[in-house]
């Protein structure tokens, strides 16, 4: 248990189990999630409100469930676990009202190819998740040579044509964020960090490194607004990018754009022509054990489609998947935000077979890593989605009781480290 936020904690009540109060290991555990899952709705929330997209019921919740884990107000884990999924609900209306906001603003999102390397003159990396930095950015840019380059969750701002057609948007450079201190300190221009994941940076780029409102880290600048000329000014201060072209890939594999596809793929899974889709993504990290993630991909069989968002895309894209039916086999929906997305297109496909969601060919397998997985994942619990396979470990709030509880209701899963076991279990 971990009631530091209790008074009683200091005299060694609860370290062990239930403590002066009542409370046992699970009932925390519980309110542990709630607290985690609405971090992770909070920032949401956050990118939303930036779009001028709020709902004041959203806000109401967010005020309960937090009042529901103070001291003593609330034991009850068959209640908990209905703010659990509560949160799940709202928080889809989070990433409904994020997803509209983004559309709204930068247009009907689109496939796209993307320039990824560097090109010659000086330039601005720009990480995080906050499109509207990098719409402002760009704008600040406008009659100048620096050219802007996406980093990381960045990546998915070119499947918008309001973005993508900006002329300072040169393309991308890097991966996910726990490659950031060898990828900034090669990219020799400006840097700019809008939200996580940004690690504290080494001298060797610290004084090129910006960071925006919430984020913030030692050594670097933070801005408390959007005015980015020091960032503009630091990028033509730094020695210019070279010539360094690399890849392309093809990225906006909207909701939207694959709902186009529907009814082609109805008939080809009527056919026996789609074997299955796999979701397969959500938040990279640096430990051992995602390689489960890269080798369960590159099994997938051929009749069937990828579909990957987060930074954990990072894992699997590397890879050339080729194509079925004319359609790339990975298709990249966007940042982790758009899971949004791949529930709209799950519960559009289940609405075209007449079954639920449970019964479609699909099999989702996440990685996690901060809180907005947390949030991500109780969405998915809320509309019922079963069979989750989440990893590459279990998260460390979770109680075996409540794990169990998890299962028992929904058959969650943890990944293992047999990738080829689990997709011919996931086939059969
Ligand atoms: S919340 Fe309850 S169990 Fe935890 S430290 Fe306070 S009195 Fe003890
Ligand atoms: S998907 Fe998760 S781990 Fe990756 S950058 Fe976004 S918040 Fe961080």
Redesign the pocket.
Known sequence: ?F?NQ?E??SKG??TTGP???G?DPDVQSLQEIILYGLKGLAAYAHHARRLGMVDENVDAFVEEALFATL?NVNFDAATLLQYAMDLGKWNLRVMQMLDEGHVRRFGKPSPTEVFEGTKAGPGILITGHDLVDLADLLDQCKGTDVMVYTHGEMLPAHMYPNLRNHPNLAGHFGGAWQDQKREFAAFTGAILATTNCVLIPPPSYAGRLFTTRATAVPGATRLATNDFSAVIAKARACAPLPASPGKKSTVGFHHSAILALAPTIVDAVKAGKISRFFVIGGCDGAEMGRNYFTDYAKLTPPDSFILTLGCGKYRIREHNYGTHLGLPRLMDMGQCNDSYGAIQVAVALANAFGCGVNDLPLTLVVSWFEQKAVAVLLTLLHLGVKKIAIGPNPPAFVTPGVFKILQDKFDLRITGNDPAKDLAAAMG
Do not use: D, E, I
Request: proline share 0%; with cysteine.
């Open positions: 248990m009631c209790c009683q904690f009540c609860a403590g002066v109060c409370k001291t």
